[in-house]
């Protein structure tokens, strides 16, 4: 199976598969390859916090012209896969010299399914794009094919607890990608001064209690594949066994009362109200930490989709707001602009490379002592 994932968040996945059972892992670009059975391909989808998709893999072949392609294609048993009243869509992706149009090749792998069964019934499955029965995968590298099923349909970011958002709302996967970057799991509270819709904290309350991000779906593709087990899945998806208690607290705030509002939409639609406490706030309102030795993690404005009146401002605030009030935090910060981060007028103690949309970011940790951070030196 292929895992798809966010570009930076591959080891995190790699950690999460391997926690679920997975084999022989190979991490690749913005993907995890792995083996397992039936029952992990489940799991992977409901449990898995970092991933965007799981893919299986059925063919792989090489081809250099779409009639290549086309002939292989027309060549598979699609009866196993489908009959002529099943519907299907094709999402075609190429890194290739060969094939510089993803949608004409998308189409020739369309036509091979239709006339391979048009040629044994005449008649043909139908296409259907918002809600196929079987949802295929066809990549292109080089002159490497490769077809496989989508087990996930909908984009695993999309958990099914959002019901509102603010105007840059944080990719649920990216989240929680950071969150886990930063070897946070519950043991200690948790703050977002400027939460926007809320994200962070729904996905920070999850990983605390362990809650898989895939219980909140109305339904998985795989629940259409003609090999479904029901039980199995349903075994699954009803195993709150390794669910845990949170000891602790999350806190959020936002400048926006509008932004509260939809924040508190979401964490009620994600039944998580207990553990979460929100309020309006701008940051450089705190005059002291909501606990002691927490960690913050945010993720404010970069001055490109949400533009404040004044971004430097902003995050020389953040800097001040750190050093005075957040003393014997961990701080984390997802930021684009080397200038912003160069307001905040600290010296991270890491830097890892994320991207947030198609900006390539950077999620800094400041680790924020109490009095001064070094020593003097002896004589």
Known sequence: MIAKTMAGLEDVLAEELIGLGANNLEIGKRMVSFEGDLALMYKANIQCRTALRILRPVYEFKAKTTDDIYKKVKAMNWFEHLTEDSTFAIDAITFSDYF???????????????????????????VNVENPDLLINFHVAHDKCTLSFDSSGESLHKRGYRVAQTEAPLNEV????????????????????????????????MIAMNVPPGIYRQNFAFEKWKNFNADLFETI????SGEREFKHKIYGSDISSEAIAIAAKNVKSAGLDKCIDLKVMPFENYTEAPSENAILVTNPPYGERIKPEDLFGLYENIGERLKHVFMGYSAWILSYKKECFDKIGLKPSKKIQLVNGSLQCEFRKYDIFAGKKYPKKED
Not at 181 to 205: H, N, Q, V, Y
Not at 237 to 240: A, G, K, L, M, P
Request: overall charge neutral; some cysteine; charged content about 25%.
């Open 237 to 240: 998806y009803n195993d709150d």
């Open 174 to 205: 990216l989240a929680a990608g950071m969150i886990l970057k930063t070897g946070w799991r519950g043991g200690s509270d948790f703050i977002d001064p400027m939460c926007g819709s809320g994200t962070l904290l729904i996905e920070a309350a």
């Open 100 to 126: 510089t149009h993803s949608k004409f090749v998308a189409y020739r792998v369309k036509d091979a399914i239709a006339d391979y069964f048009m040629q044994r019934t005449e008649k043909r499955p139908s």
